[in-house]
């Protein structure tokens, strides 16, 4: 004889009998009824403390197991990839379902939860970062304030205006370079796009290659009160090397629909 299922619940494994009985297949089953007599009511597969043998399937004619071990494979009572006579808890309706895993099993999948928060959020704090241009507030606060702030009754240069007034200004040879300030600081990447093409350079600044390159410097941008589209006066500073003093001219500018009139002043 052979064993070909067991199970810790009696009713499992006599239904597997009959089955294998209804299939023309002479089974045994070992520890059934008649050996406790009765069905245990109470009975859980968690039950650690059980003693007694559990109910046992045997195919009395060995030729015969083939056949009954594919029946329980095509039942799902087997697991095909075991070369023993190892079997699968049947699924029967009649069974209650297991009750959740044993604590450590919980705890387990708790901290597996709380891993996975913590990465969503990480991503999540990455892909915001990169939304704001990759600067956190703090980064960005720091290179607003960095900018010198203007003396008090002066405005920011608009762009259109500083173009008007370096009209002139700018390098005609292709050997010839210019450090261009506005307000006291390396103009704005809009305004370099705006200034006409020219043959030479127009270099920040903060980025001069050399005290021999002349340097521009607009600033003082002042309108004239009660003015209106944007009359005032602005200053123009030039000086031709690092160390020169600067020649400062004032100009009166107004806007109009034409754009700026700069005007300079005696």
């Keep these: 004889m052979r064993q070909v299922f067991t199970s810790p619940r009696l009713e499992n494994a006599e239904r597997v009998a009959q089955l294998l009985r209804d299939a023309g297949i002479e089974v ?34 060995s030729e015969q197991q083939p056949q009954a071990r594919a029946l329980l494979r095509e039942a799902g009572l087997l697991d095909s990839t075991r070369n023993d006579t190892g079997y699968r808890l049947p699924a029967f309706r009649s069974e209650e379902a297991d009750a ?22 990480v991503i999540g704090l990455g892909f915001i970062s990169q939304l704001g241009g990759g600067k956190s507030p ?11 702030a203007l003396p008090a009754g002066m405005s920011a240069t608009p762009d259109a ?3 008007a007034v370096l009209a002139g200004e700018l390098p005609k040879r292709a050997d010839q370079a210019i450090c261009l300030a506005i307000d006291g600081h390396d103009p704005a990447p809009s305004l370099l796009a705006a200034l006409p093409a020219t043959p030479g350079q127009v270099i920040p600044l903060s980025q001069c290659p050399a005290a021999d390159v002349p340097r521009l410097s607009i600033a003082d941008y002042q309108l004239r009160a009660g003015a209106r589209n ?37």
Excluded: C
């Design 28 to 61: 045994k089953l070992r520890h059934g009824r008649s050996y406790r007599g009765a069905l245990r009511g109470n009975f859980s597969y968690r039950d650690q403390a059980r003693t007694e043998p559990q109910p046992t399937v045997w195919v009395v004619q």
């Design 100 to 121: 959740p895993g044993d604590p450590a099993r919980r705890r387990a999948f708790r901290l597996k939860l709380g891993l996975m928060l913590v990465i969503v959020l």
């Design 138 to 148: 703090g980064a960005m606060r720091v290179a607003k304030t960095s900018v010198p």
């Design 161 to 163: 205006l500083a173009v």
């Design 230 to 266: 944007g009359a005032g006066n602005i200053s123009l500073a030039r000086v031709p090397n690092a160390g020169a003093t600067p020649v400062v001219d004032t100009y009166e500018v107004t806007l109009s629909a034409k754009g700026w009139r700069v005007i300079e002043l005696l």
